[in-house]
Antibody
């Protein structure tokens, strides 16, 4: 069974650093991108970025570039999302998900989708 | 920045058909996916590549595409289908993933 298991909930103060994790199992971890998605309280899903554990190639949403760091350690099948200085506005649920990509050569159409998803990590930043 | 537009809410009676739309200029060149999210749970993929259904997803869930609009159709809606539904695709370059704002499906 393909599974992603995330680290537990965190409560932090503004200005503190944080690194949350996402451990994959049941598939070749180095062969698929892993994505991170933010969901602020009562709001929708926002794509943050993706990492390819095979070579640590990383792509960021312009909205999150420079705000977080996405990384992976293929030796332990784990991806990470980290902050150097948290803000109250970082309070949210964060999901990791396996990112799949397909290019249809007959129509020159691409497809991206996320499956499965981790259970989520709730990050609360409050003074 | 690129956006996908969904209606905020859709309501249907049990047994009826629910249709949730998602519009975006790049959809003719980028396939779309759909996710179901129930309260307190992680999203679950229900449709990918516009109309493909993952294993384990009921046949009442289907997807279609026409021009700049994709549609998630739930036939014979059941009470358990009440959830938020999100479309997802990418910009025209395929570089950046984007989610729609989400649609709350209410089963009356």
């Amino acid at each position: 069974e393909v599974q992603l298991v995330q680290s537990g909930a965190e409560v932090k103060k503004p200005g503190e650093s944080l690194k949350i994790s996402c451990k994959g199992s049941g598939y070749s971890f180095t062969s698929y991108w892993i994505g991170w998605v933010r969901q602020m309280p009562g709001k929708g899903l926002e794509w943050m970025g993706i990492v390819y554990p095979g070579d640590s190639d990383t792509r960021y949403s312009p909205s999150f570039q420079g705000q977080v760091i996405i990384s992976a350690d293929k030796s332990i099948s784990t991806a990470y999302l980290q902050w150097s200085s948290l803000k109250a506005s970082d309070t949210a649920m964060y999901y990791c998900a396996r990112h799949l990509y397909y290019f249809d050569t007959s129509t020159s159409t691409t497809s991206n989708w996320f499956d499965p998803w981790g259970q989520g990590t709730l990050v609360t930043v409050s003074s | 920045s690129y956006e996908l537009t969904q209606p905020p809410s859709v309501s249907v009676s049990p047994g009826q058909t629910a249709r949730i739309t998602c519009s975006g200029d790049a959809l003719p060149k980028q396939y779309a996916s759909w996710y179901q999210q129930k309260p307190g749970q992680a999203p679950v993929l229900v449709i990918y590549k516009d109309s493909e259904r993952p294993s384990g997803i009921p046949e009442r869930f289907s997807g279609s595409s026409s021009g700049t609009t994709v549609t998630l159709t739930i036939s014979g809606v059941q009470a358990e289908d009440e959830a938020d539904y999100y479309c997802q695709s990418a910009d025209s370059s395929g570089t950046h993933v984007v989610f729609g704002g989400g649609t709350k499906l209410t089963v009356l």
